[in-house]
């Protein structure tokens, strides 16, 4: 059963990524979420989400993320992440870094944890049982469903439905649409090559639709695909979904 969104307790998972580098996509989950009635609250001790240390080896660096996390929304039912690769971390890494550590009652309470945290679109539609938000982008827009949003966090459609009921909006398929934008975190580091040669690929398929702004559920996927855009001056903007769904008639375009 859907749970009603007034007066609902709800802690922002903001996000390393976001909250040094896009501060408008959690701005623009709070607006939303307030405007559809919850009461929305930032625990001060958040930081990484421990996913960079994990995937690079440095379990000991990442346990020290899982604690932090714990201590910042253990007190929550409810936690909310503008991020299906931060949110598929917590899921698939928090449990395992405190097991492997021997630490079980860290694991115990990381459980718990995972089981209360959501990607937006997971929240909105699964938790609430909303799709349209009253929302209003009118332009031109194709969705990218990245790797770990749609192979981690498992958000599957939802995205899909959300802007689908957004008013003024035109939703166009992008081809080859589950195919990497080649980020993948720290691949792009180690594979500069490669991954530059990805992202091209995603940025050619993004201009054949003709849409106006390509969307996201991960501003570190749409850094390294919006980068391409801009250098070759296609004017094809970036946005995060968290956006496009906060946007009201009346807001600037």
Do not use: W
């Amino acid at each position: 059963m859907p749970v009603s969104a007034k007066g609902l307790r709800v802690a922002l998972f903001a996000t390393c990524v976001n909250d040094l580098m896009f501060p408008s996509t959690p701005k623009a989950v709070v607006r939303l979420l307030e405007r559809l009635g919850c009461v929305v609250e930032f625990p001060m001790e958040q930081t990484c989400c421990g996913q960079m240390f994990t995937n690079t080896g440095y379990f000991e660096a990442g346990l020290d993320s899982v604690r932090t996390y714990v201590k910042a929304f253990e007190p929550y039912e409810y936690i909310v992440g503008p991020s299906g690769s931060c949110v598929g971390a917590i899921r698939h890494q928090s449990v395992m870094l405190a097991e492997k550590a021997g630490d079980y009652v860290l694991a115990g309470k990381a459980a718990k944890c995972v089981e209360h945290s959501y990607d937006l679109s997971e929240f909105l539609v699964d938790v609430l049982g909303l799709t349209d938000v009253g929302a209003f982008f009118p332009h031109k827009v194709t969705y990218h469903p990245t790797c770990h949003s749609a192979r981690i966090a498992k958000v599957g459609d939802r995205p899909y439905q959300l802007l689908k009921a957004v008013k003024g909006l035109e939703l166009v398929e992008l081809p080859d649409a589950n195919t990497c934008c080649g980020f993948g975190g720290t691949f792009s580091i180690k594979n500069p090559e490669v991954s530059a040669a990805m992202a091209a690929d995603k940025a050619r398929n993004v201009l054949s639709t003709g849409a106006e702004y390509v969307v996201t559920g991960d501003n570190a996927c749409l850094m390294n695909i919006g980068g391409v855009l801009h250098r070759n001056n296609t004017g094809v903007k970036t946005i995060h979904i968290a956006e496009i769904l906060a946007a009201q008639e009346g807001d600037a375009a």
